[in-house]
């Protein structure tokens, strides 16, 4: 039986159409089960009886993984090979089935581009079906952001320079007059001056220290100020912190002092918004090349470095963090708060 288009059925018990994330579609050809996954930015997954048999992680769209998932069945059923893996860089959502946060409202601040840790979180919490709205930090960075912006169907997107007074509170007073309230938040930013970050933290300038800190720790804990009153129900914080902050990691230097006082900072905001049901999380992920990396020198050997020492033997992504954040944000993860979550295949404690 020839696998047409028509012979494929949509999961009714997830949203179709405009304003759905990940949409699924089943056929039946004989008495095997042919699932379909796919993600509006063109990720998609196809199982035959619950096995993969084929991934895509490059469409253009979901239409057209859709497209070429079906090519793919076909092959299959013809007995021909199904060349179509992702190049391995598939993310893990479409194999997530089930709308874990759907109905829920978040802010992420700090997507740059596609290769930024804010990025990978987006993506994976609406793939769980949150509502999301997100910052560019100024016109510059607005083009990038922009069409990554509509792949969330994000509606509200505005820009925010931490360092301009005004524009953190014009992000939370446009969120709370259009949703009312707000679930989570990720802050995923973080910056110090060329001449900070690359000498010796005793040789930092006080105006040096001061710009480190206000980026990269202050911000987080006025973000918290101001989403604490929108969390009427609970919800989530999230910031992105690095093992630098634990132990002397090389080049990493005032970085890492300022990564200390944020971490510091989140048991200290765990402690007093706990009792309001908003957990607060830092993030610590293993090194991804991103841009904000590319300001550390011989950043190639830490990647190194962690891919062989790390438990897993593994680097990890922007899609491994985003994922394991978005399951924080869950009510599933309600009693985990306080923290430092590290998500660098336990590079932590082998170094
Ligand atoms: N890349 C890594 O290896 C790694 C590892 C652990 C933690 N982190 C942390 O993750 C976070 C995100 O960094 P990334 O690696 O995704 O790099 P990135 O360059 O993609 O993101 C950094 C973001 O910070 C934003 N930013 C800087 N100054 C700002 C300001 N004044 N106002 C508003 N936004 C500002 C940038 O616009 C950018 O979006 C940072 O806190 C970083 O320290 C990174």
Same mark, same amino acid.
């Given at each position: 039986?020839?696998? #047409? &288009?028509?012979?494929?059925?949509?999961?009714? #018990?997830? $949203?179709?159409?405009?304003?759905?994330?990940? +949409?699924?579609?089943?056929?039946?050809?004989?008495?095997?089960?042919? /699932?379909? !996954? %796919?993600?509006?930015? @063109? /990720?998609?997954?196809?199982? %035959?009886?619950?096995? /993969?048999? =084929?991934?895509?992680?490059?469409?253009?769209?979901r239409r057209q993984a859709f497209s070429s998932l079906k090519q793919a069945a076909e092959r299959y059923i013809r007995g021909e090979p199904v060349d179509l893996t992702g190049n391995g860089k598939i993310r893990l959502i479409p194999a997530v089935k089930a709308k874990l946060l759907q109905g829920k409202k978040g802010l992420v601040v700090g997507i740059a581009n +596609?290769? !930024?840790?804010?990025? @990978?979180?987006?993506?994976?919490?609406?793939?769980?079906?949150?509502? *999301?709205? %997100?910052?560019?930090?100024?016109?510059? =960075?607005?083009?990038?952001?922009?069409? *990554?912006?509509?792949?969330?169907?994000?509606?509200?997107?505005? $820009? *925010?320079?931490?360092?301009?007074?005004g524009q953190m509170e014009a992000v939370f007073d446009t969120i709370s007059k259009q949703w009312g309230r707000l679930d989570f938040v990720v802050h995923s930013i973080a910056?110090? $001056? +060329? #001449?900070?970050?690359? @000498?010796?933290?005793?040789?930092?300038?006080?105006?040096?220290? *001061?710009?480190?800190?206000?980026?990269?720790?202050? &911000?987080?804990? +006025?973000?918290?100020?101001?989403?604490?009153?929108l969390m009427k129900k609970g919800g989530t914080l999230f910031t992105m912190t690095y093992y630098g902050s634990q132990t002397v990691v090389k080049n990493y230097n005032i970085m890492g002092v300022a990564k200390a006082a944020l971490e510091s900072a989140v048991k200290y905001a765990s402690a007093e918004l706990g009792p309001k049901g908003i957990r607060v999380h830092a993030i610590s992920p293993g090194p991804l090349a991103t841009r904000a990396a590319s300001g550390i020198p011989e950043f190639d050997k830490l990647l190194e470095k962690a891919?062989?020492?790390?438990?897993?033997?593994?680097? %990890?992504?922007?899609?491994?963090?985003?994922?394991?954040?978005?399951?924080?944000?869950?009510?599933?993860?309600?009693?985990? &708060?306080?923290? &430092?979550?590290?998500?660098?295949?336990?590079?932590?404690?082998?170094?």
């Open positions: 039986m020839p696998l #047409d &288009t028509a012979t494929w059925e949509p999961n009714k #018990d997830m $949203p179709v159409g405009k304003g759905a994330t990940v +949409q699924q579609f089943f056929a039946k050809v004989g008495n095997d089960q042919f /699932e379909i !996954s %796919v993600a509006p930015w @063109g /990720e998609g997954q196809l199982t %035959v009886n619950g096995r /993969e048999i =084929a991934r895509t992680a490059e469409a253009r769209d +596609q290769r !930024s840790i804010a990025w @990978g979180c987006a993506a994976a919490f609406r793939a769980f079906g949150a509502d *999301l709205a %997100v910052t560019y930090l100024d016109d510059k =960075a607005k083009k990038y952001v922009d069409p *990554l912006a509509r792949e969330l169907e994000c509606k509200i997107v505005m $820009p *925010l320079d931490v360092r301009v007074p910056f110090a $001056p +060329q #001449d900070a970050l690359h @000498g010796r933290v005793v040789d930092v300038s006080l105006e040096g220290f *001061l710009t480190t800190m206000q980026v990269s720790c202050w &911000t987080f804990l +006025q973000m918290a100020r101001l989403a604490e009153p891919k062989a020492k790390a438990p897993a033997r593994s680097l %990890v992504s922007i899609e491994d963090v985003g994922a394991a954040t978005a399951f924080l944000a869950h009510d599933a993860a309600r009693l985990i &708060t306080g923290d &430092t979550i590290y998500i660098d295949g336990g590079y932590h404690v082998v170094d």
